[in-house]
Nanobody, 123 residues
Framework: QVQLVESGGGLVQAGGSLRLSCAAT????????MGWFRQAPGKEREFVAA????????SYAGSVKGRFTISRDKAKNTVYLQMNVLKPDDTAVYYC????????????????WGQGTQVTVSS
């Protein structure tokens, strides 16, 4: 079992920045990759970014590439999502997730999920 606890969401103006955190506890040795997803009202859950558990590989959705950065603090078992140049279209509930698959990007490949944190970007 893996437990994920998220923090860092909030309200920010367009062009601003936020950093989301996701702390992992439990059977973390079973994790091969971590991902961030988001879901806006009326829309399907969308892949945002992924990182290998060792931190050596990353991937990003085209809509956030160049603006968002995913990283991991190995000592704290924590994954971060640094979000810069935020746009109103980035408004969504953001979820972190853990996968036993290598660099997965689909929700079905992730077996543990955080509770979600709201990110709201005003124009």
């Amino acid at each position: 079992q893996v437990q994920l606890v998220e923090s860092g969401g909030g309200l920010v103006q367009a062009g601003g920045s936020l950093r989301l955190s996701c702390a992992a506890t439990g059977r973390t040795f079973s994790i091969l990759s971590m991902g961030w997803f988001r879901q806006a009202p009326g829309k399907e859950r969308e892949f945002v970014a992924a990182i290998s558990w060792g931190g050596g590989s990353t991937s990003y959705a085209g809509s956030v590439k160049g603006r968002f950065t995913i990283s991991r603090d190995k000592a704290k078992n924590t994954v971060y999502l640094q979000m810069n140049v935020l746009k109103p279209d980035d408004t969504a509930v953001y979820y972190c997730a853990a996968s036993s698959s290598w660099m997965a990007v689909t929700p079905g490949a992730f077996s543990a999920w955080g509770q979600g944190t709201q990110v709201t970007v005003s124009s």
